[in-house]
């Protein structure tokens, strides 16, 4: 898409995974990223690294999103090298599947702090430091959607990540800032992997109505999209890219 090429973009817990697929898409239309990691910088350097062979700029960034400050310094480093934020891709988040109750307060907040706080924080550095028609898109899942036990903790945040989404829509929009949601579906990554036995990973595969798991790929394809000029009138969305689970 033609349309990034020149464009600036933040992508939060880029590293690996979903975000690292959404760095290399980004990249591969021309976009200069800036690769944010909490603390495996030797996998953020990976990317810069994979980056760089298309010819153009990438940066890495260690910043803990559930702390402003590092949010703060995410964007600063940004514009000092890059001058401008065109794009801000809130991938970062963590996951926690427990009945009520065994979910700690140390669990509440930490999966707050990350996934909501994290996703706030930086909008908010985006509304003060975007260029008019930025791109905020934020993560959410298509589990808000479904009533499955034990994601109680984790469907909350991603509750508020859709509803904070709507208003900042709304808010941005003097500023053609468009501001939407992903809610992927279950899709193969170490983070969706971790803590499930293969046979309840097929069953959720199975509940797609393609039978299979999303592929980070199908993902940051949908993201570039929204990315893009060509998105410039969807705002205040919720995109689930889910395959069709049910």
């Known amino acids: 898409m033609a349309s990034i090429a020149g464009k600036v973009a933040i992508i939060t817990g880029a590293s690996r995974g979903i975000g690292r697929a959404i760095a290399l898409k980004l990249a591969g239309n021309g976009a200069s990223i800036v690769v944010n990691y909490a603390g495996n910088a030797g996998k953020a350097q990976e990317v810069v690294a994979e980056i760089e062979k298309l010819e153009v700029e990438a940066i890495a960034v260690q910043a803990d999103v559930s702390k402003v400050p590092d949010i703060q310094r995410l964007f600063e480093q940004t514009l000092e090298r890059f001058g401008k934020v065109d794009i801000l891709i809130n991938n970062a988040g963590i996951a926690l599947y427990k009945p009520i109750s065994q979910v700690s307060e140390e669990d509440f907040d930490a999966i707050f702090a990350i996934n909501v706080k994290g996703t706030y924080f930086t909008c908010q550095q985006a509304a003060q430091h975007m260029a008019e028609g930025g791109r905020i898109i934020n993560f959410s899942s298509s589990t808000t959607a479904m009533m499955l036990p034990t994601y109680s903790a984790y469907v909350g945040t991603k509750g508020a990540v859709e509803q904070i989404t709507r208003v900042l829509a709304k808010e941005l929009g003097s500023k053609a800032i468009a501001v ?66 049910a």
């Open 180 to 245: 939407n949601v992903i809610s992927p579906g279950p899709t193969d990554t170490e983070m969706f992997r971790e803590g499930k036995t293969q046979e309840q990973i097929d069953r959720l595969a199975q509940m797609a109505a393609f039978g299979k798991l999303g592929d980070v790929q199908e993902i940051a394809d949908v993201v570039a999209f929204l990315a893009s000029d060509e998105a410039r009138w969807i705002t205040g969305q919720n995109i689930r890219v889910n395959g069709g689970i």
